[in-house]
C-alpha cells in the first residue's frame, strides 16, 4: 500500500500523560500536514512541514503540542500532559508542493483520554 | 464566524431525490476549492475540484460563484450509496502553504 499511514489507529490514555503519532506520507511527497477533527466538526489545520522545515503552527497548538520530521520523511505529532478535550482524530497528510497538489490523507489516529 | 460555513444538517431524503449543498467561505485569498466525503469514522476523500465554469462527475455538479464566495454541490438520483458527510472545502495559496480549510461538514442520509 503506498498511501499515507498513520500509527497508531487508536489510542486511549490517562488525563496526563504523554502520547506520540506517527506519519508516514506518500514517499515523493514533500509536503506533510496534520489536522485534528472533534465530533461533528471538520478538520482543523494545526501545523505543516515542507520537507523537514516546519513552516507555520496554528494557534490551536498549545505548547504542549510538538511535531517533528526530521529526515523530511515521516513525522510524529506528540501531545505532553494530555488533557480530555485533546480527545479527536488526528488526521496526517501529504502533498507535492504545487497548487494542484492534492492533499491525500491518512486513515487517522482516534485519541481518546480518560 | 468560521472561515468556511455550511448548510447545518443532517440531510435525510429518499434513493433517487436531489439534493444540493451550499456552503460560503470568507478568505479572499482562498485559492481552490473542493468537496471531500467522509465516511463514519473514516478519513476524507476527495469527491471533486469546483471550478467558475462549474464541473459535472455522473451525478455530481459542483459549481463556483467567486464574486459571492459561495460553493455548491447538487447530488441527483441519490443512492444509498451516497449517505456520508460531505465536506466543502478551500485551498489557501502556496504562499499560505496550500493548507486546506474545512466547513464543519452536512451528514446525508438516503433511505430506501
Known amino acids: 500500500d503506498t498511501g499515507v499511514s498513520q500509527n497508531p489507529r487508536h489510542k486511549i490514555t490517562k488525563r496526563g500523560q504523554n502520547v506520540t503519532f506517527r506519519c508516514d506520507p506518500i514517499?515523493?511527497?514533500?509536503?506533510l500536514y496534520w489536522y485534528r477533527q472533534t465530533l461533528g466538526q471538520g478538520p482543523e489545520f494545526l501545523t505543516y512541514?515542507?520537507?523537514?522545515?516546519?513552516?507555520?503552527k496554528s494557534r490551536l497548538l498549545s505548547d504542549r503540542f510538538s511535531a517533528e520530521r526530521p529526515k523530511g520523511s515521516f513525522s510524529t505529532l506528540e501531545i505532553q500532559r494530555t488533557e480530555q478535550g485533546d480527545s479527536a482524530m488526528y488526521l496526517c497528510?501529504?502533498?507535492?508542493?504545487?497548487?494542484?497538489?492534492?492533499?491525500?490523507f491518512g486513515p487517522g489516529t482516534r485519541l481518546t483520554v480518560l | 464566524r468560521k472561515e468556511v460555513e455550511q448548510d447545518p444538517g443532517p440531510f435525510n431524503v429518499p434513493e433517487g431525490a436531489t439534493v444540493a449543498f451550499n456552503c460560503t467561505y470568507s478568505?479572499?485569498?482562498?485559492?481552490?476549492f473542493f468537496w471531500y466525503r467522509q465516511d463514519c469514522r473514516k478519513e476524507p476523500k476527495l469527491l471533486m475540484s469546483?471550478?467558475?465554469s462549474g464541473n459535472e462527475d455522473g451525478r455530481f455538479t459542483a459549481q463556483l460563484n467567486r464574486a459571492s464566495q459561495y460553493i455548491s454541490l447538487l447530488i441527483r438520483d441519490s443512492k444509498l450509496s451516497d449517505s456520508a458527510t460531505y465536506l466543502c472545502?478551500?485551498?489557501?495559496?502556496?504562499?499560505?502553504?496550500?493548507?486546506?480549510?474545512f466547513g464543519q461538514g452536512t451528514e446525508l442520509s438516503v433511505k430506501p
Open positions: 514517499s515523493e511527497h514533500n509536503r
Open positions: 497528510a501529504s502533498s507535492l508542493v504545487g497548487l494542484a497538489g492534492e492533499q491525500f
Open positions: 472545502v478551500v485551498k489557501l495559496s502556496y504562499n499560505q502553504g496550500g493548507k486546506l480549510i
Open positions: 469546483v471550478y467558475s
Open positions: 512541514f515542507q520537507n523537514e522545515a516546519q513552516l507555520e
Open positions: 478568505n479572499s485569498a482562498s485559492q481552490s
